[in-house]
């Protein structure tokens, strides 16, 4: 699937109102979003989790990189629910990709763009999906 998003110009040096995440931010909240979802499809029809909430704090200056991941569940459980939602959260598809390591093959290509009116400079992010399939992003 390709994921687009645009983000304005974050960097106050470039003109920008730092308000953008910074690129390092955007992968802790790609984890934290994964691992409720994760345990909110899970659970949805057989337990109640209250509100589920996610904290996902990173050293991007670490070797290796480290998160400290706290989930917290607005209801009680037992500790076997405990248990097997622990396995749950461990599964989500973007702590496995790490974990399962990666490579990266760049391609950098320039083309020209069509003047845009806005005042703003724009980013635009494509995510392509192993299946590349094209989703289109509103």
């Not at 645009?6 to 730092?18: E, V």
């Not at 400290?68 to 009680?76: A, F």
């Amino acid at each position: 699937a390709v994921c687009r998003r645009r983000w304005h110009r974050s960097s106050q040096r470039l003109g920008g109102d730092g308000s953008a995440p910074a690129p390092h931010e955007l992968f802790p909240a790609a984890l934290a979003s994964c691992i409720s979802t994760t345990l909110v499809m899970y659970a949805h029809e057989a337990w109640n989790l209250g509100e589920v909430s996610v904290a996902v704090d990173y050293d991007n200056r670490s070797t290796p990189r480290r998160f400290e991941i706290r989930i917290e569940l607005g209801e009680e459980l037992t500790d076997e629910q405990l248990r097997r939602l622990t396995k749950v959260a461990e599964s989500c598809a973007v702590r496995r990709s790490v974990e399962a390591g990666m490579e990266f093959h760049e391609t950098l290509v320039a083309q020209p763009s069509p003047v845009t009116t806005g005042s703003e400079d724009e980013l635009q992010i494509d995510v392509v999906d192993r299946d590349d399939v094209h989703v289109p992003q509103s």
